[in-house]
């Protein structure tokens, strides 16, 4: 009798203990920063040559849609800056699956961008073999970006080096390694709405 209430309450600690360590084990996928909450500028603080990104923005794009955004400038030359910080706060991720940044973003001039990148392989970043370059254009709205990197391995970490050339200032809408994000348009207001409905039968 002894012997099979041990038995029990081996197993009801079992039942009670496994949710909790699927939890923990749970894989939350690859980074992704859309700027809807103000904890995410934690993981912005880790930059060289930028000014400091305190708060975030919100702006209306060309669509009148709102977009939340961090500012970015330039003060120096070399100015980069570690998404999810220089000791990154994410997983590493499978380059082989996910191979490509997907960044939502507005720049006041064209400039090449470009982003470096340390491997399971690799103990540091290496802005030659590990990196890669784009031109990102200056357009009057936000541009949906891809960064095809073509990376290998499991990656560990990456830096953002958000313009090369010049000192002008950037806003960030999102960055994701998931995929591209759907900006919501806003809903058209009901007076709109019914005089366009009214149009039809006059």
């Known amino acids: ?31 992704e920063w859309t700027f809807d909450d103000e904890a995410e500028l934690g993981d912005w603080q880790d930059s060289y040559n930028l000014t400091p990104i305190l708060n975030i923005q919100v702006v209306r794009d060309s669509n009148g849609a709102e977009r939340n955004v961090i500012r970015i400038r330039s003060m ?19 380059g082989y699956e996910y191979g490509t940044i997907y960044v939502g973003a507005k ?27 784009f031109t990102v254009d200056a ?3 936000f541009l949906d970006l ?10 560990r ?17 999102y960055v994701s390694l998931r995929g591209p994000v759907l900006i919501t348009q806003p809903v058209k207001r009901l007076a709109t709405t019914w005089g366009s409905i009214k149009d039809l039968f006059e």
């Open 157 to 173: 970490g990456f830096r953002i080096r958000p313009g090369i050339n010049n000192e002008g200032t950037t806003e960030i809408d």
């Open 1 to 31: 009798m002894y012997a099979m209430k041990i038995f029990v309450i081996f197993v009801l600690a079992l039942l009670l203990c496994f949710p909790m360590a699927v939890v923990a084990r749970r894989d939350t996928g690859p980074p």
């Open 139 to 141: 357009k009057p709205d």
């Open 107 to 133: 720049v006041e001039e064209t400039d090449t961008w470009q982003v470096d990148y340390i491997t399971s392989r690799s103990g540091s970043y290496d802005d030659v073999e590990q990196s890669r370059k």
């Open 146 to 155: 891809e960064f095809k990197m073509h990376w290998q391995y499991m990656i």
């Open 76 to 94: 120096g030359d070399d100015a980069y800056i570690y998404p999810g910080g220089s000791v990154p706060s994410w997983e590493p991720f499978d």
